[in-house]
């Protein structure tokens, strides 16, 4: 059975940058659209970025575009997003699943990491 695991948060100054990465600990990506999302404490859980299983198609949500960047490497199985010029608002639990590229919607995705957090602080 597939299983995600992120990895990557931490805490980071204004302006710097992470990169998340999403393995599968069993099972495999390679047929998998993969979505990023995030929720902040007393927030909804919002939609950042979706690649299709071929990495061809990627979408970001407008919050992210042009600071953050979608990839994959199917030979790892594993799924990657770069995260650069943080601000505090990026400061969030971070999740990758699988699922559906519609929109980026957290119902179109049906297996969930557990999350990595990341702290964008000075």
């Known amino acids: 059975q597939l299983q995600l695991v992120e990895s990557g948060g931490g805490l980071v100054q204004p302006g710097g940058s992470l990169r998340l990465s999403c393995a599968a600990s069993?099972?495999?990506?390679?047929?998998?659209?993969i979505g990023w999302f995030r929720q902040a404490p007393g927030k909804e859980r919002e939609g950042l970025a979706c690649?299709?299983?071929?990495?061809?198609?990627?979408t970001y949500a407008d919050s992210v575009k042009g600071r953050f960047t979608i990839s994959r490497d199917n030979a790892m199985n594993t799924a990657f997003l770069q995260m650069n010029s943080l601000k505090p608002e990026d400061t969030a639990v971070y999740y990758c699943?699988?699922?559906?590229?519609?929109?980026?919607?957290?119902?179109?995705?049906?297996?969930w990491g557990q999350g990595t957090q990341v702290t964008v602080s000075s």
């Open positions: 699943a699988v699922g559906t590229c519609r929109g980026i919607v957290a119902e179109d995705f049906g297996l």
């Open positions: 690649i299709s299983s071929t990495g061809v198609i990627t």
């Open positions: 069993s099972g495999t990506l390679r047929y998998w659209h």
